[in-house]
């Protein structure tokens, strides 16, 4: 069964400055599909950024960038340029190509991040 | 606006009733899924469906029940038989349209069993 790891339950950057959120995976497929959701306070979950396996180049949008390592697993997101509305609970998630009963997200236990003025 | 609203947004049952949590979505998608939230840990599944009138288990459906008649919604029913209903539950579709994989999530709704 695949698996979402994020090891690091709190974070914190100055306004401004850059930071990266750290997410491990775990699976035997080799297509498949990653995502990073952000829930402010609201508990609105919102949809920053994905990234297809299959794809080599990282996918960006704005200043939120991420750094896939498929061989290594991993998939962080990088904030650059911290805002006071950046701060959220930040979720890594995976989800199989395959269709049926695998269609489903699988989410990291998510890392609370806080933006400092 | 297309969008997906969830109602209501608080929710207080008393123990031993059943409570139905409302999902609709105009996006015209054709999945739809029922997560819960509890604090420390991600969003787990609790049903999905894929098409109107066909709707799957996840990880843990026990205590609850769905149905799908209409594709705009997928209402989920918190029965007596949950054994700690006090959650978070967020409600979410996806386009089944190839080259479309995110999900896209409703505001939530927090129930509280009193």
């Known amino acids: 069964a695949q698996t979402v790891t994020q090891s690091q339950p709190e974070m914190s950057v100055q306004e401004a400055e850059t930071v990266t959120l750290s997410c491990t995976y775990d699976t035997s497929e080799s297509d498949y599909y990653l995502f990073w959701y952000k829930q402010p306070p609201s508990r609105q979950m919102i949809l920053v950024i994905r990234q297809e396996a299959y794809k080599q180049q990282n996918a960006t949008e704005n200043r939120f960038s991420v750094n896939f390592q498929k061989a290594a697993k991993s998939f962080s997101l990088k904030i650059s340029d911290s805002q006071l509305g950046d701060a959220a609970m930040y979720f890594c998630?995976?989800?199989?190509?395959?269709?049926?009963?695998?269609?489903?997200?699988?989410f990291g236990t998510g890392t609370l991040l806080a933006v400092q003025p | 606006d297309g969008g997906i609203t969830q109602s209501p947004k608080y929710l207080f049952r008393k123990e031993g009733q059943n409570v139905t949590l409302s999902c609709e979505q105009n996006?015209?998608?054709?999945?739809m899924y029922w997560y819960r939230q509890d604090p420390g840990q991600g969003l787990r599944l609790i049903y999905y469906s894929q098409i109107v009138n066909d709707f799957q288990k996840g990880d843990i459906a026990e205590g609850y029940s769905v149905s799908r008649e209409k594709k705009e919604s997928f209402p989920l029913t918190v029965t007596s038989a949950q054994k700690n209903p006090t959650a978070f539950y967020l409600c979410?579709?996806?386009?089944?349209?190839?080259?479309?994989?995110?999900?896209?999530f409703g505001p939530g709704t927090r129930l509280t069993v009193l």
């Open positions: 979410a579709s996806r386009s089944g349209r190839a080259g479309y994989h995110e999900q896209f």
């Open positions: 996006l015209n998608h054709d999945a």
């Open positions: 998630a995976y989800r199989s190509s395959r269709g049926g009963a695998t269609n489903k997200l699988i």
